[in-house]
């Protein structure tokens, strides 16, 4: 299954829990950013559609509060799930390594914005725990190596756009 298909799958489990319920919306909106990282155009018009909310509402609650990002934060992002299996089977030291290594906290992005560090709970892949997912690939049985070595792949393959 794609990355995309897995996070719309874990955003039609929040709608879902929410009963559809525009009161939700602002929770919602919450989950949505911590799956896929930031809000795009594309998302909020999915999330409006689902509530049947008009998309100019959805749009209009998410660029009035600072915290919802509607840009995508880093040029890659590495999403660490910490649901339960990938907890136990070590997840937070691959996350304390990708800190050390790449110089920046869970949450943020580095100084030059080409790597952010994000979370998400249970992407469904607990069989393979712990998960990772860089950009579009999950990496499942990860280990910090694995991870560290594959953003640096993906890293080394990104043009400088500052020069
Ligand atoms: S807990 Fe990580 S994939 Fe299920």
Redesign the pocket.
Same mark, same amino acid.
Request: aromatic content about 6%; overall charge positive; glycine content about 12%.
């Given at each position: 299954m794609a990355t995309n298909d897995i996070r719309r799958t874990q955003l039609e489990r929040v709608l879902k829990k929410h009963n559809y319920q525009e009161s939700a919306l602002l929770e919602i909106l919450h989950s949505a950013q911590e799956i896929y990282g930031y809000l795009d155009r594309n998302l909020l018009m999915d999330i409006a559609g689902s509530l049947n909310l008009p998309p100019s509402h959805v749009y209009g609650v998410t660029t009035f509060y600072s915290f919802f990002k509607m840009k995508k934060p880093g040029q890659h992002i590495v999403t660490a799930?910490? $649901?339960?299996? @990938?907890?136990v089977k070590g997840?937070e030291q691959i996350v304390a390594a990708i800190e050390k290594e790449f110089n920046l906290k869970r949450g943020g992005s580095t100084a030059d914005g080409k790597l952010s560090l994000l979370f998400t709970? @249970?992407? $469904?892949? @607990?069989a393979?725990?712990?998960?990772v997912v860089l950009d579009d690939q999950v990496i499942g049985k990860a280990t910090k190596e694995i991870v560290i070595e594959k953003i640096k792949n993906v890293l080394e393959g990104t043009k400088d756009e500052s020069v």
């Open positions: 799930c910490l $649901g339960t299996a @990938c907890y997840v709970r @249970c992407i $469904g892949a @607990c393979m725990a712990p998960a």
